[in-house]
């Protein structure tokens, strides 16, 4: 070997060892020494591990201190996010299919995966009975083939404009993206709700609202279940339209399954009409603001209460809303290029508002029931109504003296209702059935309640976690 050949060697590993320090370098500063992300817009981060000795030894310390490390590194949220967004474009299987109207249908990640909890799942016929009707000019279906926050509150400083209910969605491409059980239509972007047609769920979910009522007769019960937005805009899915009618299916059922002493809140109808406006959010898996007004506008209506038009309240604005849907579509590039507003209704009453524990103590005083959340949690917006699922809330109208007192038994879809009771009810009380530890027959009457109005999404009517948890409120 030449001089100069080994000359060129020896500078050659030089620079190879330099590459090698500087990029061990340059990881243990970015992963050691950069201040780690302690709070994520889009899931809970891994938290740092305890030690103790056991699980020095089992190794238990060791795998969740990598697991923190690698969970809460600089820069987290934007890395994960904004970034693997655009990576994950170039991977991935996808399946191009031309529809029978000659349209693409784009499906990525796989095929269609319809799951079921119950072994030997099979769709029966469907049954469309009862009093809700059916969506405009839509056939009755065939037999589908066999086949599952704390922080100091106040109304978010936004842009005011006047009140519009001209609010009709821009018309979306025509493509179907699927990510995991994840739907994206155009822009918008759904579960896929599968329902309960076997009847399986849905009659304990009745019963227990039954028993409640049963136990308590001198309280008006109400049931308000809640659709996805796959109830009003999977019919325009290829591979998904055989299980558009599901939710409908499954509210005509519930109908049939309550007792008299249970009055169903029918509010399909009423959104099915509104569904070309902004009712649901297409970023999030929650429906909007605009959607809960309709839903209290019908709930006052049924029981001939007085209601204030939306056009009196002040409409608030935030733009560049990307919602919990893009964490869940595993940041789908969709999405993150296309945002969407997130709109609050302000009304004009005045009230009291308070937040307490899930045990109702430790009442915490507070200016207004949308809660302030900021900027850098664009993912969180939805915590603006009532701060979330962390707190029961109490709030006294007065712009109502009717001397009826509401209590609102919710998931997450009844916290965007509140804005729009105050015209309704005296006083309002609202507990989530997954984390309140108070039976609700001892708290309507510590409270002196005189309306029940049990408010959630049709996920958690079929739901066995939810309807657990609501069963354990239930003497």
């Not at 076997?198 to 308000?224: C, D, E, W």
């Amino acid at each position: 070997m030449s001089k100069k050949q080994t000359a060129l060697l020896k500078l050659a590993k030089a620079v190879g060892s330099m590459l090698i320090l500087g990029t061990f370098l340059f990881l243990f500063v970015f992963c050691t020494l950069l201040p780690r992300t302690t709070v994520s817009n889009y899931d809970t981060l891994t938290k740092f591990p305890e030690f103790s000795w056991s699980s020095l030894f089992d190794g238990s310390y060791t795998a969740q201190l990598g697991a923190y490390f690698s969970d809460t590194v600089f820069m987290r949220d934007t890395l994960k996010g904004e970034y693997y967004a655009e990576l994950k474009t170039w991977f991935g299987k996808e399946t191009v299919v031309i529809t029978e109207e000659g349209e693409e249908e784009i499906i990525i990640g796989g095929g269609i995966n319809i799951p079921s909890d119950d072994p030997g799942y099979s769709e029966p016929e469907f049954s469309w009975g009862g009093d809700i009707s059916l969506p405009p000019d839509s056939d009755e279906p065939e037999n589908p083939e066999s086949s599952s926050e704390a922080g100091t509150s106040s109304v978010p400083d936004v842009p005011s404009e006047e009140p519009s209910q001209d609010t009709t969605s821009k018309e979306e491409p025509e493509q179907e993206i699927q990510a995991d059980s994840i739907l994206i239509l155009g822009t918008r972007a759904m579960e896929i709700y599968y329902g309960d047609p076997n009847l399986n769920k849905l009659p304990r979910f009745a019963q227990a609202l039954n028993t409640f009522a049963a136990n308590n007769p001198n309280l008006n019960v109400y049931s308000m279940v809640i659709p996805k937005a796959a109830a009003f805009y999977l019919d325009k899915s290829p591979s998904y339209k055989h299980l558009a009618g599901r939710t409908l299916n499954d509210l005509n059922n519930l109908d049939k399954l309550y007792s008299d002493k249970v009055q169903a809140i029918n509010i399909y109808n009423i959104l099915n009409q509104h569904k070309n406006e902004d009712i649901y959010m297409r970023t999030d898996h929650h429906w909007s603001s605009l959607g809960a007004y309709y839903a209290v506008k019908q709930f006052a209506s049924d029981l001939g209460l007085p209601f204030q038009d939306i056009s009196t309240y002040t409409k608030n604005v935030r733009t560049g809303y990307r919602g919990t849907m893009y964490a869940y579509s595993n940041y789908h590039s969709i999405i993150k290029d296309n945002p969407e507003d997130f709109v609050t209704y302000v009304p004009k009453a005045t009230y009291t508002y308070e937040t307490y524990n899930q045990s109702f103590q430790n009442p915490q005083k507070r200016d207004s029931f949308f809660h302030k959340v900021g900027d850098n949690a664009v993912s969180s917006w939805y915590l603006t109504f009532i701060g979330g699922d962390a707190y029961s809330v109490k709030i006294k109208s007065n712009a109502c003296s009717n001397g009826r007192k509401l209590l609102v038994v919710k998931d997450s879809y009844g916290n965007a209702l509140v804005p729009y009771l105050l015209y309704s009810f005296e006083e309002i009380y609202v507990v989530d059935a997954r984390e309140f530890q108070i039976h609700l027959d001892t708290f309507t009457e510590q409270q002196g309640i005189t309306d029940v109005l049990f408010a959630e999404v049709a996920f958690s009517a079929t739901s066995n976690a939810y309807i657990q948890k609501l069963e354990g409120l239930i003497k």
